[in-house]
């Protein structure tokens, strides 16, 4: 069965950065498109980045030119590069692959102070 275990959340004043990272068990994940998801307290999940097999990578306006997803498909692993970070990117952060199609991980809480 997938698993997946974000880490790399913390405390950082607006500005800041932080790198997220995330590692999927099992032996799919060169085959998936992986992204970053947060969700807030009263919102609904959503979408921070993308990146293909190929390496084709989407972002939101929220995050486009301050967000950075990348992988390492020998580790299972996956990043978030985040600078700049402002207070409302205050979230709950999840990987998994596109569509949320593996059971959620505890996500990682990064919380960005003003």
């Known amino acids: 069965q997938v698993q997946l275990v974000e880490s790399g959340g913390g405390l950082v004043q607006a500005g800041g950065s932080l790198r997220l990272s995330c590692v999927m068990s099992g032996s799919w994940f060169s085959l998936n498109t992986m992204a970053w998801y947060r969700q807030a307290p009263g919102k609904q999940r959503e979408l921070v980045a993308s990146i293909t097999r190929a390496g084709d990578l989407y972002y939101p306006d929220s995050v486009k030119g301050r967000f950075t997803i990348s992988r390492d498909n020998a580790k299972n692993m996956v990043y978030l590069q985040m600078n700049s970070l402002k207070p409302e990117d205050t979230s709950v952060y999840y990987c998994?692959?596109?569509?949320?199609?593996?059971?959620w991980g505890p996500g990682t809480q990064v919380t960005v102070s003003s």
């Open positions: 998994n692959a596109i569509n949320g199609i593996y059971p």
